[in-house]
């Protein structure tokens, strides 16, 4: 026991300030795009998820978007501003001279029943276990999920919402739609990843669903192939109106 | 005899003319005289092509470092199985089965994979109807009868956040008699859609193969695509891709060590633990933006380079990694109520771990010698050369000390290499792909081998990729560590393996 104590001394504590002091990301994060107007003359390749629509100006979907290391389009460098997470889908996608979008925080009405205490059930339909590890850290110390009240259960009975992860293969379509109707409403739904959201990888591949859009209703979409842990608590705190 | 096939090392290619054909009967003896003889079987698959099926073997000796492959056509709908005498095969025989349409004759466990129609339209190894939907998990699982006997069957949706699967266990009260593991949720179609590839989508798709072991299985594509395209990838390179397998191996050793003390209600271990594998992917995310390391790896080299600043910063984390990691894990076995929960739990005989053909931890936990890094060496490691940590009891006590003793070398070899990388370009351009190959290609990802094979046709276009995942030879050995043990064992077991379902799903 003098050891555990003493140890815990030595390693200090540990669970990040953020939100009440900004957080330090790598210098390599490839975050918020910035574009640039596509005049249609510079040597550009096509992004191969579609992500990129040179059409009027130019234009970019976070949704579709893999954030490649070597991005082929010309027109689209990254930030690392974080912030990614939004609350309807058509506020993906980016435009050079259009405004930026956050998640909204919840209505009056769910804020009351979960702005202070929110439980996820967490369904990986086909995820690779990066989108559902980099969740996970959330509810270690060094984040610690838990002081804002957020917290993944394991029965769906006993959750305010759904969290997916994954394109939705064809195999885990029910069970991700039955562990839905298990969590008793109001509900909301999380789609975490571009999987989630479109299909990431997968889009249009036949064994998958392209994500959950059209599936079940969005509150949350958290962009990123994985999302950084920071963009995930990032849309939570917003949602649940702890930053704005 | 071995000598039928044909010779190859680790990241090599050769022309699909030199790989000799054998008669289906003397490709199987072969098969069976080389796996007696101390080869095992990294890749087993067939061309779905309609009537006749070819088939196509690799085999690797580990003690010389050797490989070889062998080919052959099954006529008809019904390949005889060397499951019985040969249970390494189990799957891979299933998986043919699954994939061609091909009844294997005389399997003792002959039951789908993944739950998806054969790519053969209209052969179906089971004769299962057209119209019938394939329900995923819907199959005759193993049952043992008798007074007092219970079933728990658990999944697809676990209670923790982690990747779908079904469990059906046989109990006797609290003691289980056996486990059955049914899987082919996270059925992706990876293998089916690389057919005619590659494309620009191609290295995404891998990277995600298993997203935990991102850069496990993306080297073995590159290693395919640069042997194809005669490539040579630059050294400086080959270090920055060393440091980045090892810090994923480092990050994933980590972060099982703390579940496996938060299994055993062992809070500091598991708090320390948890935080520190965050620490190491933000290592990774310094080298490439990316916490899994999305985009380290590209054919020829790698995407990103590391300066002499980002060096030094790499080096200041891994000393404060290695002096936190020291701590929780001496702390967690200095503690005996801990140990005495892990050790005999579990256990895994050497002599079961061979006859499945277990890989990675897992394997050398059983006393096994195997390794790519030391038996195939690939890139960096032809270099330099990582001790070999093994257990003997095979037990989670075991598997969690080997975990510890290679995250050690993992730290030694990141340190060494962060101070000795070679100057020079980190990337060359790729060439277009060798037509009418095979390439094979082996690297020691965190689970142990991942194995990537690769035909191309006359336009130097894949006709088929192979992908074999370390889960694929482990999981049944999961099933066989639960024999006799408690079912509330289930939990620090299946931590000890940390196999992946989208991996073996594919």
């Known amino acids: ?244 | 005899m071995i000598a039928a096939a044909h010779s190859m090392y680790n990241g090599s290619s050769a022309p699909v003319s030199a790989i000799p054909e054998l008669p289906l009967d003397r490709f199987l003896e072969t098969i069976m005289d080389a796996t007696g003889h101390g080869w095992r079987v990294i890749a087993y698959f067939g061309l779905p092509r309609g009537v006749a099926t070819p088939l196509y073997c690799l085999l690797a000796e580990d003690a010389e470092g050797r490989l070889a492959a062998m080919r052959t056509v099954c006529e008809g709908d019904c390949l005889p199985s060397l499951t019985p005498a040969c249970p390494q095969l189990h799957l891979f025989e299933r998986e043919i089965a699954e994939q061609c349409g091909l009844a294997i004759e005389g399997h003792p466990w002959f039951k789908p994979v993944r739950f998806h129609r054969s790519w053969v339209p209209g052969r179906d190894a089971w004769q299962r109807p057209a119209d019938d939907p394939l329900t995923v998990g819907v199959m005759e699982f193993f049952q043992v009868a008798g007074d007092e006997v219970h079933e728990v069957a658990v999944g697809p949706v676990h209670a923790g956040i982690i990747e779908p699967g079904h469990f059906r266990f046989q109990c006797h009260g609290e003691e289980v008699f056996h486990l059955e593991i049914s899987l082919g949720f996270q059925h992706r179609g990876i293998e089916r859609r690389l057919i005619g590839g590659p494309d620009l989508k191609t290295l995404r798709q891998m990277e995600v193969v298993a997203g935990d072991t991102t850069i496990g299985h993306a080297l073995a594509h590159c290693m395919l695509m640069e042997t194809l395209g005669q490539v040579k990838v630059p050294p400086r390179a080959q270090v920055l891709r060393g440091i980045a397998l090892e810090l994923e191996r480092l990050a994933n050793h980590t972060g099982d060590i703390g579940a496996i003390a938060g299994d055993t209600g062992y809070l500091p271990t598991a708090s320390f633990c948890g935080r520190i594998r965050g620490d190491i992917l933000n290592m990774t995310a310094v080298l490439c933006g990316s916490r899994f390391g999305r985009g380290v790896v590209t054919p020829g080299g790698t995407v990103f380079d590391l300066d002499a600043a980002r060096c030094d910063d790499l080096l200041k984390r891994l000393q404060a990694v290695r002096r936190d990691l020291t701590d929780a894990v001496e702390l967690m076995r200095s503690t005996p109520s801990v140990m005495a929960r892990l050790e005999g739990t579990g256990t895994v005989s050497r002599e079961v771990a061979l006859e499945l053909g277990l890989v990675g931890p897992a394997a050398r936990a059983s006393g096994l010698k195997r390794d790519v890094r030391v038996d195939h060496p690939f890139g960096i490691y032809r270099m330099t050369h990582l001790p070999l940590a093994t257990g003997f009891h095979g037990d989670v006590c075991a598997r969690a000390a080997v975990r510890w003793q290679e995250a050690e070398k993992s730290l030694d070899f990141v340190e060494e290499q962060l101070q000795q990388i070679p100057t020079g370009g980190h990337r060359t351009d790729s060439c277009p792909l060798a037509a009418n190959q095979l390439a094979v290609a082996l690297t020691e990802g965190w689970r142990g081998e991942v194995c990537h094979v690769v035909l191309t046709d006359d336009q130097g276009r894949f006709v088929r990729y192979k992908i074999v995942d370390p889960s694929f030879h482990n999981w049944q050995g999961l099933a066989m560590a639960l024999r006799g043990q408690q079912i509330s064992d289930f939990p620090l077991c299946n931590k000890s393996f940390n196999l992946s379902y989208c991996g073996s799903d594919l």
């Open chain 1, 1 to 244: 026991m003098i050891r555990a104590i003493l140890s815990r001394i030595r390693q200090g504590h540990r669970t990040m300030p953020y939100p009440n002091e900004p957080l330090a990301m790598p210098e390599r994060l490839r975050g918020y795009p910035r574009l640039t107007l596509a005049s249609g003359n510079e040597m550009s390749g096509d992004c191969p998820y579609g992500a990129y629509d040179p059409a009027a100006g130019g234009s970019l979907d976070l949704g579709r978007c893999l954030f490649c290391a070597d991005c082929p389009v010309a027109a689209v460098s990254f930030t690392t501003d974080f912030q990614l997470a939004v609350s309807r889908r058509d506020e993906l996608i980016v435009r050079p001279d259009a405004g930026r979008y956050h998640a909204e925080r919840l209505s009056a009405q769910l804020l009351k029943l979960f702005g202070r205490s929110l439980k996820f059930r967490e369904v990986s339909a086909g995820g690779c276990n990066a989108c559902e590890a980099d969740t996970n850290v959330l509810s270690t110390i060094g984040w610690d999920l838990g002081r804002f009240g957020i917290q993944f259960v394991a029965s769906p009975r006993h959750a305010d919402g759904l969290w997916v992860t994954g394109p939705v293969t064809h195999n885990m379509r029910q069970a991700l739609l039955d562990t839905y109707a298990a969590i008793p409403a109001p509900k909301i739904v999380v789609a975490c990843g571009a999987c989630a959201i479109g299909g990431g990888p997968f889009r249009g591949e036949p064994e998958q669903s392209d994500g959950i859009d059209g599936l079940l209703p969005v509150d949350l979409y958290i962009p990123g192939c994985p999302p950084h842990p920071a963009t995930i608590l990032e849309g939570l705190l917003r949602l649940i109106g702890r930053i704005s």
